[in-house]
């Protein structure tokens, strides 16, 4: 028998979470395996950890024999060995919208002002966190104008909205303006009540701390 | 009759690199619309390319009456409508494989040593670029122990490989020393010969400027 899929996670990264997302958008039980980013220098950097994701990131999936790592190919990999409750539309071009949308996020923002690239750029590091989201939520309310339906490309919840309330998470903590992503705003409130996005919340986490 | 792709491309982006490859690979003839990155402040920056790519990156490929932007989605795009001449494995785990290889470099390394990036960091901006990709390439050279043959993932070329060559241009180019890379240094040797890989160099483009 397949033994249970563990998550290597925490509860604040946008990477562990859009694959938080997808496992319970599509009814994957798993076993949630913290890794605590700041204790101790970040437990992510301990060999013991490098050992699965050699990137030294959060998250890594261990599912079907395999020690999965990247957040994009994970969900990739769910799709394609997991296909009900599909989080990419069934059209090429529909699909390539979802696609380029989680890529603006995953590569265009969500690096750029991550702690490591932010501790790198010293006092500078608000107004760059801050410029990098607004720029890249400018280019997402533009090219939401000719995909999102409900959600971020149509009808469906895809694998565009499931980097978006991580990015949206982010923002809120940079204290961008969001008034000025109308779009952005309101496919946010369509999907934060759906029950894989509240499961996933960083709030809602087994190593998320109690306040 | 549909009309002929055209690809917004700068000689020298390693993203637009990636999509020459696969363009290539693929047999798929395309006019090519440059786009200068550095001159006037950048043509990227302009409303009418930003018309194309809100994030005002490119490449941007129009293809089959769609525009579509962000080099790793426009690559799935053509492996799903163009399956001839594949840049993905067929089994699931190792297409897992080289979309994790592909997205370390996308999302892990380039994002973090482009040029907007390496502006803000002033005098830091070598050192940063220096360690951004040691530690990328460090990640990689471990991954390709468990996935490489001939190539990254096995004997095929894929879209691993599509996102390792630019990124050894930009290596060389920080002067990172590679003699502690040789699984990267091997496959790159291998791979530079190939056609596609020889079209779609950035010293055969037809904005490479002449010297």
């Known amino acids: 028998m397949a033994s249970k899929p563990v998550l290597y996670s925490y509860f604040r990264s946008s990477a562990s979470w859009r694959v938080r997302i997808a496992l319970t958008m599509k009814g994957i039980d798993y076993d949630y395996a913290p890794v605590h980013l700041v204790k101790d220098g970040g437990e ?13 990131q959060v998250p890594a999936l261990v599912i079907d024999g395999l020690t999965l790592t990247q957040s994009l190919p994970i969900i990739e990999y769910l799709e394609e060995t997991r296909p009900d409750n599909p989080v ?3 059209e090429p071009g529909k699909r ?53 339906g409900k959600y971020c490309v149509g009808d469906q919840v895809t694998i565009a909205d499931l980097c978006l309330i991580p990015q949206c998470y982010n923002a809120s903590r940079f204290s961008v303006d969001m008034t000025k992503y109308p779009t952005i705003v309101r496919i946010k409130e369509a999907l934060e009540p759906l029950p894989a996005f509240v499961a996933a919340d960083y709030n809602n986490q087994p190593d998320t701390p109690k306040e």
Do not use: C
């Not at 992510?44 to 030294?56: A, D, F, H, T, V």
């Open 44 to 56: 992510q950097n301990k060999e013991e950890y490098k050992s699965k994701n050699p990137m030294g």
């Open 88 to 90: 990419l539309p069934k």
């Open 96 to 148: 390539a919208q979802a696609r380029a949308i989680a890529e603006v996020i995953n590569s265009g923002i969500q690096p750029l002002q991550n702690l490591k690239t932010l501790q790198a750029l010293g006092d500078k590091k608000t107004e760059w966190a801050h410029t990098v989201i607004s720029n890249g939520f400018e280019a997402l309310e533009k090219m939401l104008q000719s995909s999102a």
